[in-house]
């Protein structure tokens, strides 16, 4: 099946990116600020890389409203990557030896806890395991650490669907809060946070870079083992270009915050997150074929789940889906079902597109 | 200075891309294949992207003529990050605890020396500091370890201009070779080493994916604390897909396989490498105002560097020859002087331009 224009993708990640964004980057693609060249071929040392390199900087701490006292460092290896980063960097800070606190809320968190093994104890504070992590655990039912270096969660789980409404109260201890999936989509209190971080791949642009926030008192604690790519204090010392840094996704990440301030920047896109989400739940609530498990105050506003009563439509749903320009639909596949992820660059036409695609593959079923 | 059309870009990395392949990048930025979406925006475990995975992968065999013993990784983090990843995956195989031998030959292979200090004994088989990094040591000075795991070499170093004219002979050790300068600009007998890596932003495109092929019986062995992102065998069992991989650049990377291919592959790029580099360096030598100071039989063809033997010139020299389309120049910071870098992409015509404006440039000086 092909296309002649532009379908709605509602994939997890990598993810759509704004058109207008798509179409700059067409427009410049052999020869940038006519430089004669693409930006993708130029020294990430060059004045003219780094004029983008800051601006990128500049427009994020703008975006987030981003302390000075935080540092942005733009790394390589996504999430996963800082799942290992983070504890080398951290866990040293553990008062009896390496230790970290782990809130579990679906497969991901659990992905940091095991990586973390690997460096000292990864403590298990609360799991919603039990219940298919489809809520998070009650915060009295917390078993937190007083020795662990910080604690650490996510922020949105993008395979169950499940978002803390909320950045967790955790009185003096170090946050450490894997927003990869609904970073820039609401505002967040940063100062809240002792590291804040997650892969480009579904708010920003193109997967290749990865994001970390930290409080600059906290570098300079890494392991001796951390490699000096995922070094922070090091990284901070040298402008996130220790190695030759993914150029491109960089720039691409830089033409979506313009995107992105263009719109009204964080507060003006979660409204229109907000009403996106409520579209869909709303329909869906209501649907006799759909349903959505989560407990309705930890729903995420990024990756709507939901399954077919009648799962032998499943099927059906996702041929019928595609040829209505409706791509990557399926959940993922530890969860099953029908998942909707719906970040920032989706419009609100998309939405529509979907809910009417849904009301009416319902009236046929 | 803006320039209308595309110049020559010599810079080291990342470096000028095929002009057909940003053209054909270009053409489907926004609807690739017909999907009515970029290839940028859809999931890595996409049918669609999957197949792009798999003709890359078949293309760097063909091309390099890669042995089914060996696996081929892509992975992020560039070189650099691999100067971590290859000791934490192999040193653990030395006879007495973690050893590995490096044979010095510049600031790049050093580097990697230090990186692995991290995780065992760097053994230092023989440097070439005390000649400025413009040889390579004699075959006989070489204190090869009885117990090392490994010895690491860089067949190019990009910052010195000073490559291997052959893969060294080392018996039946384990040869791991830094190939990130010179990956694809000539032929290479796969079964020599046990490890081929480098970075894909100089002699193929973009950076953000760096290419790891590892004999497949070396898969395995990594230390317990290695991250899992650089974890070859847990990578090789998926499909190198641990991590959310650089869609954008892998593609891009893909492009840039088939351009070669058309070009009728490595044996024949190499021939027009070396003739671009004879062509340079042959006018170097008759010169009176340009020297080059690397032994003769170990000048890079990749990166030609060279000197103004009146360096108050030097400023001119790097704005003049801006003026006339031939960007990025300059030598890299430890080296000083100058740098052309004339990687695959670079057609003869480009260093063709660079010789009439050098032999002009001697000319007014």
Redesign the interface.
Known sequence: ???????F?F???????P?EV??Q??AE???W??????V?????R?KDFMAVYEEVLHDLRTLMNIPDSYEILLL??????Q???IPMNLMALGKNGPKADFLVTGIWSEKSRQ?AE??GVAHLVASSATEQFNTIPARDSWDLSDDAAYLHYCSNETIGGVEFPDTPEVGDRLLVADISSNILSKEMDISKGAVWFG?A?KNI????VTIVVVRKDLLGHSM??????WDWGKQAANQSM????????IY?AGLGFKWLLKQGGVKVIEQRNQEKANLLYDFIDQSTLYENRVNKVYRSRMNATFFLRDESLNDAFLSQSKAA?L??LRGHKAAGGMRASIYNAMPLEGVIALVEFMRDFERRA
């Open positions: 099946m092909t296309f002649e224009r532009r379908i993708n994939s997890a990640g990598p993810s759509t990116v058109e798509l179409k980057a067409q693609l052999l020869n600020h006519g430089l004669g060249t693409s993708m071929e130029i020294s990430h060059s390589q290896g996504g999430g996963i990557g799942n290992a980063g990586e690997k460096y892969g791949q642009g193109p997967s290749g001796k083992i951390t490699p000096s790519i220790v190695n030759t840094p993914p150029t491109f996704s691409m320009g791509l990557a």
